[in-house]
């Protein structure tokens, strides 16, 4: 799988956007950006994926570069529960899924 | 569906016993993960099954662990003899290969071993 990085933590303001990034530059044709997030003491919870479109659903967007080495997830209007560990994800999709490889993630702390 | 559903929630053993995980993956999934979870190595995935047939295994850290799956509704971590160092909060995931994409987890097992 190819490997993730994100920045360890951050901060971000009750009410306001979450911008949380990955790169991931070796990331190959037919491999997915995935995010995750584990509030604490709880499994990890899918929050969305995306190939190369940019995709949002009810609890987030998920902007990819054009060359698809970067990522943006964007929490619109964080709140004090979205305080959590968030992990971006590149693997496979359907057929041999392969691997669901976690990083150490981006801990982002909501603050009122 | 009631979502993944792992047993026990909470095990504390002594060292050298045998302890024994479960796992009920959603009704329907092919894939079924075990994953680890540490303050110092962070989510490590162990062990995946594609089909009831374990397809990787490369991340069981030693023969002390074994995992099976014996049926598609059913699959087990084991763990003979435990040691202090197994103490960790144990994962099981499953996800459909077609569909939607995400993988489930369950709530985990906290394990203790002293």
């Known amino acids: 799988d190819a490997k993730t990085t994100q920045p360890p933590s951050m901060d971000c303001a009750e009410g306001r956007a979450a911008n949380l990034p990955c790169n991931h530059s070796t990331i190959s044709g037919n491999e997915y950006v995935y995010w995750y997030r584990q509030i604490h003491s709880q499994g990890p919870q899918y929050i969305i994926h995306g190939l190369k479109n940019n995709e949002t659903n009810e609890m987030a967007s998920l902007i990819i570069t054009e060359d698809r080495k970067s990522s943006t997830l964007i929490l619109p209007h964080a709140t004090l529960r979205d305080t959590a560990v968030y992990y971006c994800?590149?693997?496979?999709?359907?057929?041999?899924?392969?691997?669901?490889?976690f990083g150490k993630g981006t801990k982002l702390s909501v603050k009122p | 569906d009631a979502g993944v559903i792992q047993s026990p929630r909470h095990e504390v053993t002594e060292m050298g016993q045998e302890v024994t995980l479960r796992c009920k993956p959603i009704s329907g999934h092919d894939y079924l993960f075990w994953y680890r979870q540490t303050m110092m190595r962070g989510l490590e995935l162990l062990i995946y099954f594609n089909n009831n047939v374990p397809i990787d295994d490369s991340g069981m850290p030693e023969d002390r662990f074994s995992a099976k799956m014996p049926n598609a509704s059913f699959s087990t971590l084991k763990i003979q003899p435990s040691e202090p160092r197994d103490s960790a909060v144990y994962f099981c995931?499953?996800?459909?290969?077609?569909?939607?994409?995400?993988?489930?987890f369950g709530q985990g097992t906290r394990l203790t071993v002293v």
């Open positions: 995931a499953s996800s459909l290969a077609s569909g939607p994409p995400e993988a489930f």
């Open positions: 994800i590149v693997r496979y999709r359907g057929g041999s899924q392969g691997n669901l490889i």
